[in-house]
C-alpha cells in the first residue's frame, strides 16, 4: 500500500506543463480500434486509467508502443470478441470498445462498466441510441455482461436518436459507432463539451464525416474505411484547475504554460468573483494568491457550465473565502465522498438539498438513481485546516484533498492513491518540483 505524506503550509511558485486530456486519451485509444493502419497520438498523460486501456487493446488483438508521451495503435484484426472483467472493472470508458467491435466484428460481450463510484452514471442512454442503429443487446445479470450484436452481415445503420439527458460518453460512444454505419446518422441534445470536438477532430483526421449542423446537433454520415492519422492532445482541463487551484490556495504563484482561456472560461469567470488571481499570456495563464477570496455560489453544470469535475477543488478553494459559499451539483446525483474527509481537516462544510422545481428537468442525472443523497454543500469560511489521514473515494476526490493536505497546518497521511494515479501523472513529483512537501510512501 501507498500513501503520501504531506506537510503542509509551503507556497507552490514555478513553471509547469500539462499532461493531454485524459478525457481525449481514452477514447482516442478506442477510436484507433476503428481502423486496421496505425494511428499515433502524441501528448497522451501515462496514467493507469490509459495504460489498462492499452492492456485491452493489447488482448483483444492490437499492437500498442509507448514513446514518451507518444502512443502508436494499430489493430490489424480482432482476435477476441470479449472484454475481461478484471480489465473493465478498473476503467469505465472499457464500455466504448462496444463500438470498433460491432463495427468491425459484429459482436461485443462487455461487462457493466467500472471506473470511479461517483453516481450510479448509468449507460440506458447510450444501450438505447444502440438499438435504434439496428444493434441487439442483452444484459444477463448472472455474468455481469452486456452480449451486443448486429446482424448476418455486421452492418450498422445510421439513425436519429436523441439524448433524453445530456450525456458526454453516451455522444461519443455514438458518435464512434456511428462513423461506419450505413447512411447517416444526427445526434439531438449531444454534448458539447471541448473533448467531445477533439475526439470528432481525431475522427475527422482518419476520413469520418462529422458535423455540428446546430448547438447541440451532431450529423454524421457513415464511410466504409477509416484510415491512419497522427493526432496530438490539448491539455488537461481538469489538471489546469487542479494547478490553478492549489497556487491560489497555498498562497503561491504557477505559470501553467501552453493554455489558453478556452475550456476554461466559466472557471475564471468563478475567479473573478472570488477574487482569486490571473493572468493570461501569449504562453500560458499565471496564477496566483491576490487578496482574501470572497465566497462564491456556483452550480455545476453541462458544457458551457462549470465542470463538476471542478466542484471538489473549487470546495477546497472555498474553506479560505470569507463568508458562506455554496456549490450545487446537478450532474452526478452523489458527488460529495470528499466532504466527510475535508471535515477531518477542519472544515466547516454543511450539506444540504436545495428546493428545486421540477427536479427530473433540472437535474442531469436520473431521478430513479438519487437515494436520499444531498446535492449541494454550504462551506464556511475561512477555515483553518489542520493536519489528518484522509482516505482518497475517487479521482477528483484525491486531488481535493492533495490541495487541501497542501494549505493545511501540519503533516497529513493520503491514502488511496490508486484513484489519484487514475488521472494524474507523477502528481507528487510535480508538486514537489513546485516547492511542496509531499513524498511518497510505500508501506511494508
Known sequence: MEKLVISGGKKLKGDVSIFGSKNVALKALVAACLTDEEVIIENVPLISDFLIMADIIKELGGKVEIRDHTVSIKLEKFVKNKILLDKAAEVRTSFMFLAPLLARVGKAIIPNP???????????????????????????????????????????????????????????AMILTAVLAKGKTILENSALEPEVDELIGLL??????????????????????????????????????????????????????????????????????????????????????????????IVTSIYPGFMTDWQGPWAVLMTTAKGISTIHETIYENRFSYVSELKKMGAQIELFNPKVENPDSFYNFNINDDNGYFHAEKISGPAILHNGAVNVSDLRAGATLVLAALAAKGESVIFGLDHLDRGYEQFDKRLRALGADIKRVVEK
Do not use: W
Request: glycine fraction near 12%; aromatic fraction near 10%; hydrophobic fraction near 30%.
Open 114 to 172: 467500472g471506473g470511479c463510484r461517483i453516481g450510479a452514471r448509468p449507460i440506458d442512454r447510450v444501450i438505447d441510441g444502440l438499438k435504434s442503429m439496428g444493434v441487439h443487446v442483452d444484459y444477463d445479470s448472472k455474468d455481469g455482461y452486456f452480449h451486443a450484436t448486429t446482424n448476418s452481415q455486421k452492418e450498422l445503420f445510421g439513425t436519429k436518436y436523441r439524448f433524453i439527458k445530456n450525456t458526454h460518453t453516451g455522444t461519443e
Open 204 to 297: 475527422v483526421r482518419m476520413g469520418a464525416k462529422i458535423k455540428r449542423t446546430h448547438q447541440r446537433t451532431i450529423e454524421i454520415e457513415g464511410v466504409q474505411k477509416l484510415h491512419g492519422t497522427t493526432f496530438r492532445i490539448n491539455p488537461d482541463r481538469n489538471e489546469i484547475v487542479t494547478f490553478a487551484v492549489g497556487a491560489i490556495i497555498t498562497k503561491g504563484d504557477i505559470f501553467i504554460k501552453n493554455i489558453q482561456r478556452g475550456g476554461l472560461v466559466e472557471f475564471l469567470e468563478a475567479l473573478d468573483k472570488a477574487g482569486g488571481g490571473y493572468e493570461e499570456k501569449k504562453d500560458g495563464i499565471r496564477f496566483f494568491y491576490e487578496n482574501e477570496l470572497r465566497p462564491t455560489d
